[in-house]
């Protein structure tokens, strides 16, 4: 059936791909791992801060008993 291969055809071509993890999406379907890279950013811009004078980044990690450790990245 010609009508129907085409039909396939525009049904692909309406496919997105995710260019993070090459998932394949419905149309208008947000992939899961760009959520994931933003509540990762979000965790990290609450959790960074620079320290003056040096341009070096710490990382603040919340420990057990001993409250906050900064760990120094980059
Ligand atoms: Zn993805």
Redesign the pocket.
Known sequence: MVVRKAMEVIRMAYFNI??????T?DPGEK????EEEKQREEFFMRNIKEIPGTGQLALRLEREGTGYEEKTVG
């Open positions: 995710c260019p993070r993890c090459h998932a999406l992939c899961d791992c760009e």
